[in-house]
């Protein structure tokens, strides 16, 4: 499985908020950096056509102004980008970025999102006709309403906010939806690990990530051709972030 990472995702002067914090990305490379399964692969960042495909111009220009935030958003676009295609290409691939997108719509963005991840690298590999189909699931403690709004327009893309309050009927609001799904041409997964019983969402254990994981995976083969992806959203609890991430890859691989 590869990983896309920049060393320039630890540089935590962006933005000053909990997605930023210092040593964020370090909780998490310091745990998955050492598994030999994992190939670090250095992202390049989005170009503004590939912005577009998911903002308007008036979004992208309101963030220009300000360049270090700026330059760090279309690096994580871009490597959401190149996981999607790693993945189209058939083996599956984590984005560890920041700032996170799922909370980034079409004319806007708010809490610590900038550019819908999401959204741009499925409309990216939609745009060169490689598929025309999509399911995300994400699994973050907050709904994804910016990858919502980026693609509300395609009717062939699925997406699951699961809200069940327990873990257990959680994994089976996944299963049902997934079951009922025949095919799709990839699978994107928005991985926020704020739905950690110890993170704000105070619901999913450790062992949960690897099962979200490992049904992502099956799902992916049964009914994408194994075709998988997953970007970083939230994940605010640093002591157990790196174990989570692990775990979710673990599943996922
Ligand atoms: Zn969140």
């Known amino acids: 499985m590869k990983i896309l990472f920049d060393n320039k995702f630890y540089n935590s002067d962006y933005a000053n908020n909990g997605a930023s914090v210092p040593g964020r990305m370090e909780s998490i490379m310091d745990v998955i950096g050492k598994e030999r399964d994992f190939e670090i692969v250095r992202p390049r960042p989005a170009d503004e056509g590939e912005l577009l495909l998911a903002h308007s111009p008036h979004h992208v220009d309101s963030v220009k102004p300000n360049r270090r935030l700026y330059d ?41 999102c900038v550019f819908c991840n999401m959204g741009i690298a499925l409309l990216t590999l939609k745009q060169q006709k490689k598929i025309t189909s999509a399911f995300v699931l994400d699994f973050d403690a907050h709904t994804g309403d910016g990858t919502k709004d980026v693609l509300a327009d395609w009717k062939d893309c699925y997406i699951l906010n699961p809200y069940a309050d327990s873990s257990d009927e959680y994994l089976k609001e996944i299963q049902n939806v997934v079951k009922k799904i025949p095919a799709v041409d990839i699978v994107g997964v928005c991985a926020g690990f704020d739905s950690y019983e110890k993170d704000v969402g105070r619901k999913l254990a450790t062992s949960d990530f690897y099962m979200i994981g490992d049904l992502m995976k099956r799902f992916s083969k049964r009914a994408a051709n194994g075709r998988r992806f997953a970007i970083l959203e939230g994940g605010y609890f640093l002591p157990d972030l790196g174990k989570n991430v692990l775990a979710f890859c673990h599943g996922f691989m």
């Open 72 to 112: 760090m958003a279309i690096l994580a676009a871009g490597s959401a980008i190149m996981a999607a295609d790693i993945a189209y290409n058939g083996e599956p691939a984590f984005a560890c970025i920041r700032p996170p997108g799922h909370h980034a719509s079409r004319d806007s963005a708010w809490d610590y």
